[in-house]
């Protein structure tokens, strides 16, 4: 499998500055992937704050219902650290993250997802994606 062709990668959210807020993501539609993987790249977190990362899901992408289990809670001692949050075989068609800064100021660095197991391939990626290449065996050389 390579990513480029069989993945689909989507920036879901921005970087968002230190605060106390719900982030509601963008959503992703699962139709055609098997699974969505979502990378939160969690900032700075003020002392005794607290980041949650959290997956809903919802069938018509407008009310959505948090997926049990799936929160995720990294405190102060956690600053610049990714989260990884992979859902496979949701029950409903569209699938978000959500993150949570509470008890302290928290920072956001991005959000983005990965949708894997594709029906067909190749896959187009996301708008928000400007390249995506795939070299076999390249040889060495001017990049």
């Known amino acids: 499998m390579n990513l480029s062709t069989s993945g689909k990668v989507s920036r879901l959210s921005n970087a ?3 605060g106390q807020a719900t982030t509601n993501c963008t959503s992703v539609d699962m139709k055609g992937f098997q699974a969505v993987t979502f990378i939160v790249a969690i900032g700075t977190i003020s002392a005794s704050g607290v980041v949650t990362i959290k997956a809903q899901q919802s069938t018509d992408n407008s009310s959505f219902a948090d997926l049990e289990g799936t929160a995720i809670a990294y405190t102060d001692a956690d600053d ?5 949050l992979e859902i496979t ?3 409903e068609r569209y699938v978000r993250p959500v993150v949570i800064t509470a008890t302290a ?3 956001i660095d991005g959000v983005v997802a990965i949708q894997t197991g594709a029906k067909t391939e190749p896959v187009t990626q996301s708008t928000t ?3 995506a290449e795939l070299h ?5 050389g001017t990049a």
């Open 80 to 84: 610049n650290k990714l989260a990884v």
């Open 105 to 107: 100021n928290g920072v």
């Open 89 to 91: 075989n949701p029950q």
């Open 136 to 140: 076999l065996a390249p040889a060495e």
């Open 16 to 18: 968002v500055a230190a």
């Open 129 to 131: 994606v400007l390249s």
